[in-house]
């Protein structure tokens, strides 16, 4: 508990440190506080430029970013989720203490000067590098420090968006991909402390300014609901963009690397020119789109915009996220398609702002596929509450579209495309390439159905696996039986009791033969007992059994050869 305190405390000082850095450096480049908010003006210090200074700060810069992520910390190139992502999944939550100071001062820079990008995801590696730091200096166990390192990543969105709800979700849903009593305590505990410190530096008041929205006919939800879906797919189609752009930029340049963002800035410099509403994150522009200030020709154009303008400042090695991109191509398709709406629909399509703050969440859930996220951080970051029945519907359809139409987010899309699976075996790891089939113990002796309770019980407390499979009286497998069920059934009156095994049987996750042991040790450790039966791919039949035993028996056996298929007597 003092632990995540301290952490929330760190990502919140970090949060201001890292706020103040970007408007420094928007200043010092732009001579605005937020140029995105007059675009096309000249820098008030060299008005003989006119708005042609944008051609030049991107790519001065990058001059200076460059040479310091290429030498003290190339982990602070990019957006930085996918990073901390892995960092908890196959590093044991080690961050490099560097990242901190890297990551605040290139995106700082990256933002300051133009690029393109989002605040959220640098500033979830700044808390995590803090959480992971501070875990390393006590000493905790690795599960204490991939907590830590969620804490870090809640109190760094808590603290820079006023969303304290939506730090912890953001944290457990994408950073840790569990949910648990103890890290719902440890990251409220650092959300709450960094938000507290948060709003004793910008105030306690919503992050984006929009004016209240209402559903004003029950015809809308059905609107809402195609936004969700046309959202979900291009959220889909932002990350394939963003990919595509970066191997455009790789496969064009031949420098050096530290070189690659001023020269690359040069490009942006033409794109910011040419459209200087993507100027930096550019919430003013965002804000402006929900007030139905935009053309749709115009929206569109932004939309498309910022989708290569985000690739683009991503591409060159410039480092910051990717949530604030996905919410303005959100505002923008949902300020289009809510303008077309009103025009065809004038008397029950509703103000166009609401399908601009609907599309925000829905692109971002397309994209990031977090709904409970999306949905959260929503609603604290504007504070519209009335919105909240179709903006559930929208997201929810988001997601299940984006399901649909690929296997990655955009976030874990940057680790597969290095040869990384989260599920899947560390790059080296002497654990987890192997087949389920290679490790597996022989299987126990099932339980009949009709083995009567107290029998069952006697039997499961001298097996050591916490649970047994259960057939029927043909033979055909029903499922496991475990030792909790049949304790907490005897427990209960013996009227309401269950007199049998079979009463007891429930299906476990499903383990197959040729699964891929780091893939089956994900659900393992879900999974009540110390094992569960394995399957064949085909048949689903039980042919053996996976304990965390059996996978170290395995990697310390000389030999290396199969555990035997035995086929065992049936306990009667």
């Known amino acids: 508990m003092v632990m995540a305190i301290l952490v929330g405390a760190g990502a919140g000082l970090g949060s201001i440190v890292f706020r103040w850095c970007i408007e420094s450096f928007t200043r010092l480049f732009s001579g605005h506080t937020d140029y995105a908010g007059s675009p096309g003006s000249a820098h008030p210090h060299l008005p003989w430029l006119g708005p042609f200074f944008v051609l030049v700060v991107p790519a001065v810069a990058g001059l200076l970013y460059g040479p310091l992520v290429n030498r003290f910390a190339k982990e602070a190139r990019g957006h930085g989720v996918p990073e901390v992502m892995l960092a908890v999944a196959q590093r044991g939550g080690r961050i490099s203490p560097k990242v901190a100071v890297v990551k605040t001062l290139a995106s700082a820079l990256t933002i300051g000067s133009g690029g393109s990008v989002g605040r959220e995801g640098p500033i979830v590696q700044i808390g995590s590098a803090l959480g992971s730091t501070l875990g390393r200096f006590t ?342 039986v475990t030792a909790r069920a049949a304790a907490e059934a005897m427990a209960e009156q013996p009227d309401a009791a269950p007199t049998a095994a079979g009463d007891l049987v429930e299906q476990p996750p499903r383990i197959s033969s040729d699964e891929q042991l780091a893939s089956a040790l994900h659900t393992l450790v879900a999974a009540p007992g110390t094992g569960l039966p394995v399957l064949t791919p085909d048949t689903n039949l039980p042919v053996g059994w996976l304990s965390h035993r059996s996978a170290l028996r395995a990697l310390h056996s000389s030999g290396g050869t199969p555990a035997p298929r035995l086929v065992p007597a049936v306990r009667s």
């Not at 840790?176 to 440890?186: C, N």
């Not at 409220?188 to 992050?207: H, K, P």
């Not at 007030?291 to 910051?320: D, Q, W």
């Not at 899947?424 to 099932?446: C, D, F, I, K, T």
Request: glycine share 14%; aromatic share 8%.
């Open 139 to 480: 000493k905790v166990t690795e599960q204490r420090m991939k907590l830590l390192v969620a804490c870090g990543a809640a109190g760094g969105i808590a603290a820079t968006f006023n969303a304290p709800l939506a730090g912890v979700f953001f944290a457990m849903e994408l950073i840790l991909s569990a949910f648990s009593v103890e890290a719902f305590g440890a990251t409220v505990l650092a959300s709450v402390t960094a938000s507290v410190i948060g709003r004793a530096a910008f105030g306690d008041v919503a992050f984006l300014n929009l004016p209240d929205f209402h559903v004003q006919h029950l015809g809308q939800y059905a609107l809402f609901a195609v936004l969700g879906v046309v959202a979900g797919a291009i959220g889909v189609g932002f990350s394939r963009v963003l990919y595509a752009i970066e191997d455009a930029c790789d496969w064009i340049w031949r420098g050096p690397e530290w070189l690659r963002p001023a020269v690359g800035g040069l490009a942006l410099g033409l794109v910011l020119l040419a459209l200087p509403e993507m100027y930096g994150v550019g919430y003013p522009v965002l804000e402006k789109a929900a007030e139905g200030r935009y053309a749709i020709g115009f929206l569109v154009l932004l939309l498309a915009g910022k989708m290569i303008a985000t690739s683009l400042t991503i591409g060159i090695g410039g480092s910051g996220g990717v949530f604030a991109p996905s919410l303005f191509i959100g505002a923008m398709l949902g300020a289009a398609y809510g303008a077309v709406a009103h025009g065809l629909l004038p008397g029950s399509a509703g103000a166009v702002g609401a399908y601009a703050l609907v599309g925000m969440g829905a692109v971002f859930a397309g994209a990031a596929r977090a709904p409970i996220t999306a949905v959260v951080i929503l609603f604290e970051l504007t504070g519209e509450y009335s919105i909240i029945l179709p903006l559930m519907l929208a997201i929810v359809l988001a997601t299940a579209t984006s399901r649909l139409l690929t296997r990655d987010t955009i976030y874990t899309l940057k680790l597969r495309r290095r040869g990384i699976d989260l599920d899947g075996p560390a790059p080296g790891a002497r654990l987890g390439a192997q087949p389920v089939s290679s490790v597996m113990e022989p299987l126990p002796a099932p339980l009949r159905a009709t083995v009567r309770l107290g029998d069952a019980a006697a039997l499961l407390s001298l097996s050591g696996h916490g649970a047994l499979p259960v057939v029927d009286a043909d033979g055909a497998y029903l499922g496991v």
